[in-house]
Each structure stands twice: as C-alpha cells, then as structure tokens.
C-alpha cells in the first residue's frame, strides 16, 4: 500500500476512535413515545406541511432518556421554532425603550445543567445567541442567528449542543416562562437528535495506541528518505 494511503487509513482509524454514536431521534411525523412528557403536535403555523411537538408558551417539557452504555458526554441538538409576536427582552427594537412585562424566556437543562437561558423575538431585541442579561436587554436584533425566517416573521433556530456526562439517564428540560397566550405568540420543537460519545474499550485504545506510533514511525521514515 502506497504509504501517504496507509497514513490516510491510519488517520482514519484514530478519527474513528471519537466519532459520537445516535442515542436517539425522533421527528414528531407520527406518534410520540413516553419519553415525553407532553405528546401534543401541531402543524407549524407558517408551514402547515410540518408536524412539530407543541405548541407550548408557559410550559416545560422533558425528553428523559437512558443512557445505560458507558459515555463521556451527550451531544443533543433540534430545531426550534418561535411563533408569532415574540418579544425578546422587551427593548424595542431599534429605538429602545422596555416593556418588561412582555419580556419572555426561554431555556433548555439537561439534568439541572442550563444548556441555554435566552429570550428570542420577532420584532423586538433578543438576547440570542446569548444568554438573558438583564444589564444588556439589547444584546441582538431580532431574529439574530436564526437558520430560517418565513415571510410573517417566524423564525426556525438550529440549536446544538455538547456537554460532559456520565450518568445512566439524562432529563431534557424545554422551558418557556412569561409567555403570553398561545394566539399571541408560541414555541415549539422539531428534529431531536441526540448522540452519545463512547468510552473507548481497551481494545480500542490498543489501536489508538498503535495507529500513532505507526503514524509517528512512517513521518520519521518519510523524513529520513
Ligand atoms: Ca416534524
Ligand atoms: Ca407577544
């Protein structure tokens, strides 16, 4: 074998060694299994073509898991959408000015661990992609880092995070508070994956091991020649 494609191989091998394996997905196309604590679906107000968990205001939903297979971190990540006359931090947007009674926030824990405590909007300042300030209520425009925003202003955010854990269970805690009525303004959920990093077994580490001095063996051959 060429030696730059034994390399390539061996780089391969080492990769492979920290790649993440699928713990759980689900698309909330069809019927919602028991890891939920709600099973509510509706069709997406700016897209009736798409089928989300929701739609939730004031509400906190949990996605509890197991995660029995020894694992270094989680990784979870899903699509959120906000419905309607969002409202941020409350600071008008652009000229400032606060109704802190329309301020609303939104979070994600996992296990007690805040993921992400934030407020999104569609007309007024966001703290997204930061977390809620209360010394900074301008932190973003609206719909700051949003992946897709319809015409009336919704918007569809691509959340993603990873995080060290252990355990043999995690619970996903989705938490809206302050929310205005559901006709006023909502969230929901679609496309939650989540991916679990494996402990290597001994044999692996084995590999690793070898693919290194192999990979440190064949830089110091090809340097010599
Ligand atoms: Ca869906
Ligand atoms: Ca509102």
Known sequence: M?????????????????????LYT?????????EWSS?????????????????FGNNTVNLSLGTAIPHNSLKISFDLYMNASTDGTGASYPTGG???SVAEYWSLQAG???LLNTTFSSHRYQSYPYNYDSNNLQ???????AAEV??????RYRLEFTFDHTASNVQFAFSGSNWQSLADESWALDNVTVWYEPIPEPG????YALSLLAISHLFFLSKKA
């Not at 730059?4 to 061996?10: E, K, R």
């Not at 319809?150 to 918007?155: G, R, V, W």
């Open 2 to 22: 060429p030696r730059f494609l034994l390399l390539l191989f061996l780089f391969a091998c080492v990769a492979g060694a920290a790649e993440l394996s699928l």
């Open 26 to 34: 689900q698309d909330f196309n069809s019927s919602v299994g028991g």
């Open 39 to 55: 099973a509510s679906t509706a069709t997406l107000p700016a897209d009736a073509s798409r089928r989300v968990l929701g739609l």
């Open 98 to 100: 606060t109704d802190f």
């Open 112 to 114: 007690g661990l805040v």
């Open 139 to 145: 932190a973003s425009a609206p719909r700051t880092g």
């Open 150 to 155: 319809f015409s009336n202003n919704d918007t």
């Open 204 to 207: 692996t580490f084995f590999l």
